[in-house]
């Protein structure tokens, strides 16, 4: 993801890659060497007591999130952090409770929030009351750190909390309670692999959440969204870039083509906030909504039960 947003950046050109930092040093110096860094280290603390650095990108393995973000914080650098916030929900709510107390951007990495035909979607249908996301990938390998209950918690954490982000932006309101099964279905890692939970929001609307590795579909691909509103039905297939709409009270389909352009897009928005534009982008607290979405419906299948998803103001009582 490292090398992902640097070639965003560069596209952008306003920003410089001054360094970059890995734990393996040979990747660091991979990195400094491809986009002309001014100096790579596998020492994070040297970035961030470095008053020439503006702002730090954290897009290391998710169980280092937490202390680095910490350390950013602390630093009073601008932060870009990669999603998940962390492995487990504590550490998550650590991080929100760190977050926002000085006015530096902390944007939490949900790109989908700005793909063009996303935005379109949302535009369509302002006031869905029927949303379903699915992220359905193919089989994760065993030896995929992001599969491992300690590096990454697995597929539904790591991908699942892009489709929680999702289907919250595209409702419009809060998650109050939250139905899911759910399991370890096949992999050998142990990890809750697939899930299908359903949410209930604050304004009364359903959104379905559908997230795991059991095989991309035929014809949908490996991300779908359906929106039903009174304005009518939204599809969005081929990786959220083709949109299908049907206004209600017809039977004619519009088709509108878009970019994959999320990343390069909250890239932008990235740097326009560091200068000083007044805009909306996703917050640490976003990455912790999403997060806790996602692990109250892990308890759910593991309870069989519904479980209330609490609110920020609630957040104190969420251990
Ligand atoms: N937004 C998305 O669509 C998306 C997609 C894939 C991954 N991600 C997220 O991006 C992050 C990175 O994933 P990736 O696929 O690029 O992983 P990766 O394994 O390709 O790269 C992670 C790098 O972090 C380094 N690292 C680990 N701990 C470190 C530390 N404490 N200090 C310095 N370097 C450290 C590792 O050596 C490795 O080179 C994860 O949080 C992941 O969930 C997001």
Redesign the pocket.
Known sequence: ??VLHARALKQLSEAKIYAC????ES?AAAFANQFQAEYFTNQ?ERIFNDPAVVGVYL????D??L??FSLAVKSGKHIFL???LAVSIGHAKQMAVLSGQNDLVQLT?F?FRFYEMVVKARQLIPDPFMVSVQIMDDPWGADF??NDPIA?GGNVI?QGI?GADLLHFLVGAEPEQVFAVGDNYHQPTGVIDNLSATFRFANGSAGSLVVGDSGTAPLVGKFMVQMHGKQGSVMLVDRLTRLHFKPAHTNTVQYYQGEEDGVLKENAVFIDIVNGAQQLYPTIWDGFRAQMMIDVAIRSAQSRRAFPVLCRKNIEKYN
């Open positions: 993801m490292g930092c890995d734990l393996c990747k994070p897009t290391t393995t998710t280092s999130h202390s680095l990669e999603k998940p990495a790109k750190w992001a990454g790591s892009h």
